[in-house]
C-alpha cells in the first residue's frame, strides 16, 4: 500500500507562488514515477506535470509550461510541485500521484495510486 499525502495549499493572490508537496509512505519511492494533476468544479481530472523515477526527465501540460516545476527528493520520499505567476484558472483541488516505473503519456489511469488531495485557490 502506497499512501499520498499532499500539502501548502491554500488562497493566494493572481501573481503570486505556492508549492505543493507530497509526500510517499512508500520505502521504494525512488522506483516510482510521480505526477501532479488538477480537478476543478465540475471539469475533468487534467494532467500538470510529472516527473521519472530518478528526477532527470520532466513534462508538463502546456497550460503551466514556464510557470509550474516538479521536482522530487528521494532521499525524503517527497515529491514538489513549484507554482509561480499563479492565475484563476489554476484554482483546482491539485492531486499527486504515483506508478510504479515509467509512465508513458499523461492519462490519470497510468497512475496507480492517488493523494487526498489539496486545494489551490487563486484570487483575481
Known amino acids: 500500500q502506497v499512501q499520498l499525502v499532499e500539502s501548502g495549499g491554500g488562497l493566494v493572490q493572481a501573481g503570486g507562488s505556492l508549492r505543493l508537496s507530497c509526500a510517499a509512505s512508500e520505502p521504494t519511492f525512488r522506483s516510482y514515477s510521480m505526477g501532479w494533476f488538477r480537478q476543478a468544479p465540475g471539469k475533468e481530472r487534467d494532467f500538470v506535470a510529472r516527473?521519472?523515477?530518478?528526477?532527470?526527465?520532466?513534462y508538463y501540460a502546456d497550460s503551466v509550461k514556464g510557470r509550474f516545476t516538479i521536482s522530487r527528493d528521494n532521499t525524503v520520499n517527497t515529491v514538489y510541485l513549484q507554482m509561480n505567476s499563479l492565475k484563476p484558472e489554476d484554482t483546482a483541488v491539485y492531486y499527486c500521484?504515483?506508478?510504479?516505473?515509467?509512465?508513458?503519456?499523461?492519462?490519470?489511469?497510468?497512475?496507480?495510486?492517488w493523494g487526498q488531495g489539496t486545494q489551490v485557490t487563486v484570487s483575481s
Open positions: 516527473i521519472s523515477r530518478g528526477g532527470a526527465n520532466r
Open positions: 500521484a504515483a506508478k510504479f516505473g515509467a509512465v508513458i503519456a499523461t492519462a490519470s489511469d497510468e497512475y496507480d495510486y
